[in-house]
């Protein structure tokens, strides 16, 4: 089984940088990242549509007429809407969400980006979320892409993840660590 997974990543790895490389060729970059983040989205938003992808009994037809119709609709980039083709014609088209979200990963790290993950217990405002993002970037002197989850089962406080470090003030892992000691008394 994990022989399987480490495939799919390494695949997926490999044509999200031949996407890039292609992008980058063609200075479309900025474009094909911008309607990648979107093309994901659809996927996370639309059942139907994930189906679609991930269901192998669909036909490439199917997946072909869907493609044109959602470039159509979306105004896809054409360099995008013809590697989405070429992954329906290789019947790897079940791979283009972990390819996309590899591609705009490599994006962000070709521009010298952090990736950080922030999870607080009270929903933050956009303002909020920016003033973190800064003091990220001024603390660990480079640029910080940071992805906000709300998470009210925290109780109170933040958790945030820069790469290997992670600080945890919340609440939640407060009771925890309380509990994790009567334990052991």
Same mark, same amino acid.
Not at 1 to 7: L, R, W
Not at 104 to 109: I, L, P, R
């Given at each position: %089984?994990? /022989?399987?997974?480490? @495939?799919?990543d390494t695949a997926a790895g490999r044509y999200s940088l031949a996407l890039y490389e292609l992008a980058s060729e063609a200075n479309v970059l900025s474009d094909v990242e911008d309607h990648s983040l979107s093309f994901i989205n659809l996927i996370?938003? #639309? =059942?139907? @549509? $994930? #189906? *679609?992808? /991930?269901?192998?009994?669909?036909? $490439?037809?199917?997946? @072909?007429?869907?493609? &044109?119709?959602?470039s159509e609709q979306y105004?896809?980039?054409d360099l995008l809407t013809k590697f989405l083709s070429f992954l329906v014609s290789k019947r790897r088209f079940f791979y283009v969400?972990?390819? *996309?979200? #590899? @591609?705009? =990963?490599?994006?962000?790290? $070709? &521009?010298? =980006?952090? $990736?950080? =993950?922030?999870? #607080?217990?009270?929903?933050?405002t956009e303002d909020e979320v920016n003033s973190i993002k800064e003091e990220l970037t001024e603390n660990f002197s480079s640029k910080i892409k940071l992805n906000y989850k709300y998470d009210k089962s925290l109780i109170g406080g933040l958790i945030v993840q820069v790469g290997?470090? %992670?600080?945890?003030?919340s609440i939640k892992n407060k009771l925890q660590q309380i509990e994790n000691r009567m334990i052991e008394a």
């Open positions: %089984m994990s /022989k399987s997974k480490g @495939f799919s996370a938003s #639309s =059942e139907d @549509f $994930k #189906s *679609l992808i /991930k269901n192998p009994t669909n036909s $490439k037809d199917d997946q @072909f007429n869907a493609l &044109r119709k959602i105004k896809l980039n969400d972990n390819i *996309l979200k #590899s @591609f705009v =990963e490599t994006c962000s790290a $070709k &521009r010298g =980006e952090l $990736k950080a =993950e922030l999870t #607080s217990a009270k929903d933050l290997s470090t %992670m600080v945890d003030t």
